[in-house]
């Protein structure tokens, strides 16, 4: 039995050093208090009071970043917030090189935001997002790459703008279309009166064409079943020369 009792503590002291690491994680273990190396997923050994291990997640994190007030390049006060994915690249230094990781990446990146969008004008920020993300990205990956994180995309997610602002931009979009609805207006005119001269020239190589015209407009009066009909000068002209034409005729036989 005395024999039995050392084993049995040896055997619950293995038992309880025991550690398993998920696929998405890595441990950084300290022996004596220092760094001894980087434990990969699966079961491991740690061998307390001598060993401690900080388990790491790899997994991608999503970090909101808090809206805040910004003055753009043309004096502008706007609301912004956006958001943050970065994963952890190097588990040794992530633990030793930074206390709390991520209220440092979040920090940097409430101040990187506020640095980078300040360089623009309003409508440089709502026409160049991508860009601007881009940017921002890569000021927030210079300062988090010592810590062993990786920035893999900042996102511009929302944008407040003033009231007055918002009225003034309902304004210049309205403006903008009636612009553009004259101009398509004025083209629509231009071309048919391009037609119309067109149209005329042919007419006036061709007088019969005239006359077939005015018929075709006489039948499109006459579906109408209106109870008055005008007859253009032109062609009651054309009706006396036909029947002048009738008489000549009549008299030569």
Known sequence: MIILLPLILVLIYLLSSIRILMQYERGVVFT??????????????IFTP??????????T????????????????SIDIAAVAYYQISDPEKAVIGIERVYDAINQISQTTVRNV????????????????????????????EPW?????????????????????????????????????????????ATKLGEAADVISAHPVALQLRTLQTMAEIATEKNSTIIFPAQFMTTV?????LV?????GV
Request: proline content about 2%; some cysteine.
């Open 247 to 251: 008489r000549q005729d009549s008299k």
């Open 32 to 45: 004596l208090g220092k760094f001894s190396g980087v434990r990969q997923a699966g079961i491991t050994m």
């Open 240 to 244: 006396e020369e036909a029947l002048r």
């Open 117 to 144: 969008v300040g360089r623009f004008s309003l409508d440089q920020l709502l026409a160049e997002t991508a860009n601007i993300n881009e940017q921002i990205k890569t000021v927030i990956d210079t300062h988090t």
């Open 50 to 59: 001598f060993q401690t291990m900080t388990s790491v997640s790899l997994r």
């Open 61 to 76: 994190v999503t970090m909101q970043i808090p809206s805040q007030k910004i003055i753009t390049k043309d004096n502008v």
């Open 148 to 192: 062993g994180t990786c920035v893999t995309a900042v996102e511009i997610k929302d944008i407040t703008l003033p009231e007055n602002m918002q009225r003034a931009m309902a304004k210049e979009a309205e403006a903008e279309r009636e612009r553009r609805a004259k101009i398509v207006a004025a083209e629509g005119e231009y071309q048919a």
